[in-house]
């Protein structure tokens, strides 16, 4: 174990600067481990050391959480529901592009980064949109300022604290919301997955209010 200058994170810097030290790094760990110190983002203000819990947003554990983290790492993929809402998707009067991402937002295999990286692909599980939490199924679509307010803004309010399950959430509400409210979080769930991958990918960087109004826009074309 290495235990550095001083058993501190910083002890791994380049001396004077807010950067790795590559060599060291690379001297006093495996490859693996070694790779994912040196992806890591160094804070560039300076904040004191603190333990915290990677998988929630403010660093503490909650039995909720655990049981999040159990739940994507034992069940994930094989968890899919039976229940009457599966051939309601291909009903909705949405386009087909937003069925297609809906039917993969309930067989739970939306490519969100926490899944991609615990499958092997080396990328940051650091959500792009809020860069404090784990990209997660339930962070990502309902978790952090901009989620909440893409539901504020059109008009629907859930109790996001007793969701423990984004896909089994969205399969309840395709059994029993009424079409009206069901299309809004088809259309609400698919924008925040659009303008998440246009903020990664171009760069774009929207209001919730902006990024609500140009997805349901789709609707009327």
């Not at 001297?27 to 560039?44: G, K, M, W």
């Not at 300076?46 to 049981?67: C, E, F, I, L």
């Not at 034992?74 to 529901?81: C, E, K, W």
Request: charged letters at 20%; one cysteine or more.
């Amino acid at each position: 174990m290495y235990e550095g200058r001083d058993g501190k994170v910083a002890s791994l810097f380049m001396p004077g600067e807010k950067k790795w030290n590559t060599t060291l790094v690379r001297q006093n760990f495996v490859q693996e481990d070694a790779d994912a110190i040196l992806e890591t983002r160094i804070p560039q203000r300076d904040v004191a050391d603190q333990v915290v819990w990677v998988h929630s947003s403010n660093g503490a554990y909650t039995a909720k959480r655990a049981y999040h983290f159990w739940y994507e790492s034992n069940i994930g993929l094989h968890a899919t529901p039976s229940c009457v809402g599966w051939k309601r998707i291909w009903h909705l009067n949405i386009p087909h592009k937003i069925k297609v991402f809906v039917w993969r937002y309930c067989r739970n295999v939306v490519p969100v980064r926490w899944r991609l990286n615990s499958r092997g692909i080396r990328i940051p599980i650091t959500c792009p949109m809020c860069e404090t939490d784990v990209e997660h199924m339930i962070h990502l679509f309902y978790d952090y300022s901009f989620a909440t307010e893409c539901w504020n803004h059109v008009g629907l309010t859930y109790d996001w604290s007793q969701v423990e399950c984004a896909h089994g959430w969205l399969l309840q509400k395709l059994t029993d919301a009424k079409a009206e409210e069901l299309l809004k979080i088809c259309m609400v769930l698919w924008g925040i997955w659009y303008w998440k991958n246009k903020k990664v990918w171009d760069g774009k960087v929207v209001t919730a209010a902006f990024a609500m109004d140009s997805s349901f826009q789709i609707l009327a074309q």
